[in-house]
């Protein structure tokens, strides 16, 4: 069964750190582009970064731009978010997210399969 598992939220004050990871089992993920998602109380969600099948090709938010980076390891079958300098609007749920094919899109509805997301909330 294919299956995608987040980790590494919680609780951080701004201009912290976390990293979220994203597992997956099931397939190889070296054929999927992956997809980070957030999702705020009462708001869409919206892409925060994604990375082609080689990791070649990485996406960024302007939100994010400079502050988080994308990364994977295939041999692990997992995918990275590094999130530095932390504000309060940062505060959602992150969602990853699987789509067989080389490219990736920032944009939600091209992707086949969904982790279960990760709180992250950032607050002093």
């Known amino acids: 069964q294919l299956q995608l598992v987040e980790s590494g939220g919680g609780w951080v004050q701004p201009g912290g750190s976390l990293t979220l990871s994203c597992a997956a089992s099931g397939f190889t993920l070296n054929y999927y582009a992956i997809g980070w998602f957030r999702q705020a109380p009462g708001k869409e969600r919206e892409g925060v970064s994604c990375i082609s099948s080689t990791g070649g090709t990485t996406n960024y938010a302007d939100s994010v731009k400079g502050r988080f980076t994308i990364s994977r390891d295939n041999a692990k079958s997992t995918v990275y978010l590094q999130m530095n300098s932390l504000k309060p609007e940062d505060t959602a749920v992150y969602y990853c997210?699987?789509?067989?094919?080389?490219?990736?899109?920032?944009?939600?509805?091209?992707?086949?399969?969904w982790g279960q997301g990760t709180q992250v909330t950032i607050s002093s």
């Open positions: 997210a699987a789509r067989v094919g080389h490219r990736c899109f920032s944009d939600p509805s091209p992707y086949d399969y």
